[in-house]
């Protein structure tokens, strides 16, 4: 049978949750001890899980020290980015986010989909960041990590108020978001883009509504994603249409048709990102597509490894986000076969252009141009 959470708060694994995309909570590389579910041979465990209710998402306070984040890695082009979530309700089951969750004491599985961290003093904390004296502003990305639109944000808006104070610092920002809420701040967003402070960019990673709401259950829609590219261009927001992930033999196939719905819907810039799967990840997507794709699950499995040379994933440098051998170079000239015939500019980390020297702080006098 399907189950849900036993009592005891273990997952079954190969359970089912409605709306959720995870089907166990694997423990976490730092616990030293691991729970399991165990039926004593007299079918306890199955009644256990009989007419369990859904797992509700639990909304937990994070108290931060800082807003921004640093990093120096050559995969990506920021230095810096901004999360006001950890964990995200859209559930998508590649999110590269989830071995993060371990760190809070939480399994990458389910737990990263319902227990969800939230940062309130996130615009606060950043005001005072922004305003120390010496600040350099270089283009910050808001969610790099998880969404900055899921669901909660509608009723939290710590995202908005993010842009708030980034908007009055005129402090570029780089959105990334799979999510259709992004147009409830289509204000602020038109008004930085007019200075040249604000990008878009739009994951869709696939066309076909059925295959969305198994891989990502509480994302927005494709055609509203598509939607959302559109109304930001219409909005004079420079929009970008990133095919993120591209997992073989699943959605690989839409790469062309993505990014032409993007292009049409008035992107100007497209970007591709292969499937990777580290640490927890793993189990987890195997569990997923031996469930959902029992048919083709070896296959797809046998084309991930060899993209990351016999292994499910490798870390390196410059080849993490798109993978080696042949099954990675072809998918790598579609896409610049793709965006060449489209007339779309390769997204390099989505802070292109954007313009740092109208930076400064709130009440004091005008700073010369820093970049």
């Not at 306070?61 to 859209?90: M, Q, V």
């Not at 295959?211 to 261009?233: F, H, K, V």
């Not at 719905?261 to 640490?279: F, M, Q």
Request: glycine residues 8%; charged residues 25%; hydrophobic residues 40%.
């Amino acid at each position: 049978m399907d189950g849900a959470q036993s009592r005891t708060g273990a997952i079954v694994p190969g359970a089912f949750q409605k709306g959720r995309a995870a089907l166990s909570n694997p423990a976490n590389r730092f616990e030293s001890a691991i729970a399991e579910p165990f039926d004593d041979g007299w079918d306890t465990l199955s009644e256990d899980l009989v007419d369990m209710p859904p797992i509700r998402t639990q909304l937990i306070r994070e108290a931060s020290r800082s807003a921004l984040t640093y990093n120096d890695s050559p995969d990506i082009g920021f230095d810096r980015s901004l999360n006001p979530y950890r964990g995200c309700e859209h559930g998508c089951i590649y999110c590269y986010a989830r071995p993060s969750h371990a760190y809070l004491g939480f399994s990458p599985g389910l737990d990263f989909e319902t227990k969800l961290m939230f940062k309130p003093d996130m615009a606060a904390l950043l005001e005072k960041e922004l305003s120390k004296p010496g600040y350099v502003p270089r283009p910050v990305a808001l969610g790099a990590n998880t969404d900055p639109y899921q669901p909660v944000e509608r009723r939290l808006r710590l995202t908005r108020e993010v842009l708030e104070v980034l908007e009055r610092f005129n402090h570029p920002v780089t959105v990334v978001t799979k999510s259709a809420g992004v147009l409830r701040d289509i204000d602020i967003l038109a008004r930085m883009a007019e200075r040249n402070l604000a990008q878009v960019a739009i994951s869709v990673t696939t066309l076909d509504s059925n295959l969305a709401r198994r891989m990502e259950p509480r994302a927005a829609t494709p055609m509203r994603r598509i939607g959302a590219i559109a109304e930001l261009s219409r909005a004079g927001i420079p929009t970008a249409v990133l095919a993120a992930p591209m997992i073989p033999a699943i959605n690989d196939m839409e790469l062309e048709r993505i990014l032409s719905a993007g292009a049409n819907a008035g992107a100007k810039r497209a970007g591709y990102v292969l499937l990777r799967l580290p640490l927890e990840l793993r189990q987890i997507f195997e569990e997923w597509v031996q469930k959902h794709f029992p048919d083709r699950a070896r296959k797809v499995l046998s084309l991930i490894r060899d993209t990351r040379g016999g292994a499910t994933y490798q870390s390196d440098f410059h080849t993490r986000q798109t993978g080696t051998g042949v099954y990675a170079g072809l998918l790598a000239q579609r896409f610049a076969r793709s965006v060449e015939s489209l007339g779309l500019v390769r997204r390099g980390g989505g802070t292109q252009g954007l313009d740092c020297s109208h930076f400064q702080v709130p009440g004091t006098a005008v700073q010369p141009a820093l970049l």
